[in-house]
């Protein structure tokens, strides 16, 4: 049994426990999937770049599509990290290998707001996302017509769900760092759109109130719909800080993100600690509306990594070998369709 193997089955027991203690409360039970239209995919299985148009321009994004899926296929987008790129993404985190087993999509697509390279420089550059009414890592708001990445990230939606007929109940979003607070503003904008996302050390539910940083700004976050919400964060991440900083990008802390998103889910049960491993604990909010349930899992002197990556320990803190972040996020993903 591999590594990755094994941790996924801790993983999937947290997720049954919770979807059972949800129904046992009362949750929302699952509705009928809607008999889906007939549907043609016109991209192969495998590794490719498929042009998204926005804009006036296009855009080539990796993707990945599995060699089985069923008429409908789940996708999943896995959004990099602020000086970073798509592909330099799906290398960390390694849904490719998820996702060819399970059968869905993975889309990495590259943000569009250039930073100062890397050291070394990364194949692909260094780019950011424009996530709304946040700077950048470099400490300065978009420039004046910066690609609008909700609106881009839509249209990608709308392109690769027509080209790999993607079951529009099942579209989730995940991220690391910079792209957890893009897949967080996903969910805040276009919640009609996102069943659940699972960001890994950049949970956000808005923008920091800008004149108290400590509490997201009320109206930074007005989702339409309930949407699930799985996050990952340790305890020593000096990028994102678990406890919070005084800083616009980043604010309020990791708790307050996770429990201001069971509140914008109206949840009723919760909070509920459990242990998972020796270093990570695990607090979730059940009986949410539309079955959208929040779990925050805490990962005790995690640094700012993806858990479960297979690379080298760097400058950004210890990478926990405890849980695996991509086998957690599909057993969340795969219990938490769209409702609505």
């Known amino acids: 049994m591999s590594r990755r193997t094994s941790l996924a089955l801790a993983a999937v027991a947290v997720v049954a426990v919770a979807a059972s203690t949800a129904s046992s409360a009362g949750a929302a039970p699952a509705t009928p999937a ?3 239209a007939a549907c043609t995919p016109t991209l192969p299985p495998g590794t490719q770049t498929v042009p998204i148009r926005f804009a006036g321009a296009t855009t080539d994004v990796q993707v990945f599509v599995p060699s089985h899926r069923p008429t409908r296929v789940p ?4 959004l990099h990290g602020s000086s970073s790129n798509g592909p330099t993404q799906a ?3 390694d849904l490719k290998a998820v996702a060819e087993r399970e059968g869905f999509v993975v889309a990495n697509p590259t943000a569009a707001i250039e930073l100062p390279p890397t050291d ?5 550059g260094s780019w ?12 300065q708001f978009p420039p004046a017509g910066a690609r609008d990445d909700v609106a881009f990230l839509s249209a990608l939606l709308d392109q ?3 080209a790999a007929c993607v079951d529009t109940r099942r579209t989730y979003a995940t991220g690391y760092s910079g792209g957890g607070r893009m897949a967080s503003a996903l969910a805040c904008e276009v919640s009609d759109r996102i069943a659940a996302i699972a960001p890994v050390a950049g949970l956000r539910a808005g923008r920091p109130a800008p004149d108290e940083v400590s509490v997201p700004e009320v109206q930074g976050c007005t989702p339409r719909e309930p949407v699930a919400v799985l996050t990952f964060h340790g305890t020593a991440d000096g990028v994102n800080p678990y406890d919070g900083s005084d800083d616009l990008r980043w604010g309020y802390s990791a708790p307050v993100a996770a429990q201001t998103w069971a509140r914008l889910n109206d949840c009723r049960t919760g909070p509920l600690r459990t242990t998972l491993t020796e270093h990570v604990t695990v607090t979730t909010y059940t ?7 929040v779990e925050f899992q805490r990962i005790v002197g995690g640094g700012h990594t993806w858990p479960g990556a297979d690379e080298p320990e760097g400058p950004l803190g210890p990478i926990t070998q405890e849980v695996d972040a991509s ?6 993903f795969e219990a938490h369709p769209k409702h609505v």
């Not at 086998?327 to 969340?332: S, V």
């Open 91 to 93: 290398g960390i985190s």
């Open 34 to 36: 809607p008999r889906a």
């Open 327 to 332: 086998e957690t996020m599909w057993a969340f």
């Open 75 to 78: 996708l999943v987008l896995d």
């Open 160 to 162: 690769l769900g027509a």
């Open 120 to 124: 070394p420089p990364l194949a692909g």
């Open 287 to 293: 009986r949410c509306a539309g079955g959208a349930d």
């Open 128 to 139: 950011a996302w424009n996530v709304p009414g946040v700077p950048t890592t470099a400490g």
